[in-house]
């Protein structure tokens, strides 16, 4: 019974606090219109205006803090894209200097076939071991391809060596680098001549040449045609230091050789000269 007392006692509060309240507002609605608030509304604006705009600017900072790793997620992603289309990029621009080279390779082969008249067989290399005490290639034509012992073989008009043995599909062929090699050579306007000879790491000296020739850097060395293991006028290289020692009867030159012979990807094997 007491408990139901109570319990009536708290609802009449309820209404009086919120009749009071109501009429409390009509009061300051009444006061405001009037004109009567405007200095104590004054101080009460002047007490919150600083909290509104702390709190306004902390909702902007948050904003801007959002928006700043927003955009460093934005440009990472972006960076990472302009790095594949860099990387892309970069990819064909390798591709199109390696057809470039290949293409002009083709364009000096196809011009040292036409004024040469020799009748040639294009071959690509499949194996080398620049580690070898042998320097040699293998290419991927052999007999059936009418590829013979003894045949020479150019890259871009430029004597890479010989072949030394033949399979069905394929022949090893001996580069003039190889140690044991040896080319009858005589120097481009001059009265020189001498041996080629091959050295380990694809270097090559020309030798046996009289005291009495003139050698300078840059003259060019050809196959002179002796013993006709090699067509006349092969390019070899270029003569690139002169070794000339006084009381020897011969003097002798380092050669450097006109093509890279660890960078060969195709060679050309020559069937026949037409002579």
Do not use: C, W
Request: hydrophobic letters at 40%; zero cysteines.
């Amino acid at each position: 019974m007491r408990s139901l007392q109570n319990r009536k006692g708290i609802f009449k509060n309820k209404n009086r606090l919120f009749i009071a309240g109501f009429f409390l507002i009509l009061f300051l609605i009444f006061l405001h219109n009037s004109g009567r608030l405007k200095t104590t509304e004054n101080i009460i604006f002047k007490i919150i205006a600083p909290i509104g705009r702390v709190l306004n600017i902390s909702a902007n900072s948050s904003k801007g803090v959002f928006s700043f790793f927003s955009n460093i997620r934005a440009l990472s992603k972006e960076n990472s894209e302009l790095k594949d289309k860099i990387l892309s990029l970069e990819s064909e621009v390798v591709k199109l200097q390696e057809f470039r080279k290949e293409n002009e390779s083709l364009r000096k082969d196809l011009g040292f076939k036409s004024y040469s008249g020799y009748e040639m067989l294009p071959a690509e290399i499949f194996m080398y071991d620049p580690s070898s005490a042998k320097q040699l290639i293998l290419i991927n034509k052999g007999e059936r391809d009418g590829v013979k012992k003894g045949m020479t073989v150019l890259s871009e008009g430029i004597l890479v060596g010989k072949v030394a043995e033949v399979l069905s599909d394929s022949a090893t062929v001996f580069l003039i680098t190889d140690p044991t090699s040896g080319i009858p050579a005589i120097v481009a306007n001059s009265t020189a001549s001498g041996i080629v000879k091959g050295q380990f790491g694809y270097g090559l000296s020309l030798e046996k040449v009289p005291q009495g020739d003139i050698l300078k850097p840059g003259q060019l060395v050809l196959t002179s045609g002796l013993g006709n293991d090699y067509p006349k006028g092969i390019l070899i290289g270029k003569i690139e230091k002169v070794d000339k020692t006084e009381n020897e009867v011969f003097q002798k030159a380092t050669v450097r050789p006109d093509i890279v012979f660890s960078r060969l990807e195709r060679v050309f094997v020559v069937l026949n000269t037409g002579a």
